[in-house]
């Protein structure tokens, strides 16, 4: 005669998500939801969580092609000069636009970047675009008819002549003050 073995099944009627079980065993008689929708919170949450780390995850993998872009921008005086160096990878001078007024300096562009990627049953292509545009005040004094601009291995050097501006500045004696005394009302 042969064995039978008989097994109980758990009725679908009480099914449990499955999640964060001490949290589940300690916080079911507070949060009863479960019981009465088929959901359990804690289980939800974790869920969202997991949703989350996944959607981190793939932006930090294209995250590059994701942020806006604006180029990195120095100003400094040297020599006389106004020097502004903007850094602009992988971008040619017909890329960039380069204007001076009488009180600003403006440079403008567009980067366009591809990339194409093929393996063996993997194919990706990437493409990404962005505007820049940044408005430099010039200082007064500024002479822009004689600005200069040369962009070398991604970096735009911009020279515009602006002698510094010597302003009359005058101390003022700071004095003892007599002490007031509250009047009584």
């Given at each position: 005669m042969s064995e039978v073995k008989v097994e109980k099944n758990k009725s679908l009627a009480r099914r449990e998500t499955p999640g964060l079980s001490p949290f589940n065993?300690?916080?079911?008689?507070?949060?009863?939801?479960?019981?009465?929708?088929?959901?359990n919170p804690f289980a939800t949450m974790a869920t969202m969580r997991d949703f989350t780390e996944e959607m981190?995850?793939?932006?930090?993998a294209n995250g590059p092609a994701l942020e806006a872009w604006t180029p990195t921008v120095d100003i400094q005086r040297s020599n006389g000069d106004l020097v502004v160096t903007a850094e602009l990878p992988g971008l040619k001078k017909e890329e960039v636009k380069v204007e001076v007024t009488d009180d600003a300096l403006i440079i403008e562009g567009e980067r366009k970047r591809e990339h194409k990627e093929e393996q063996e049953?993997?194919?990706?292509?990437e493409r990404s675009f962005g505007k820049f545009y940044r408005f430099?005040?010039?200082?007064?004094?500024?002479k822009p008819d004689q600005a200069k601009a040369e962009l070398t291995d991604g970096v735009l050097k911009i020279s515009v002549p602006a002698?510094?501006?010597?302003?009359k500045v005058r101390q003022i004696a700071v004095e003892e003050g007599a002490e007031k005394k509250?009047?009584?009302a």
């Open positions: 065993d300690f916080f079911t008689p507070a949060f009863p939801v479960g019981r009465f929708f088929g959901v981190d995850r793939l932006y930090r049953g993997y194919h990706r292509y430099i005040p010039l200082p007064e004094g500024a002698p510094e501006v010597k302003k509250p009047v009584a």
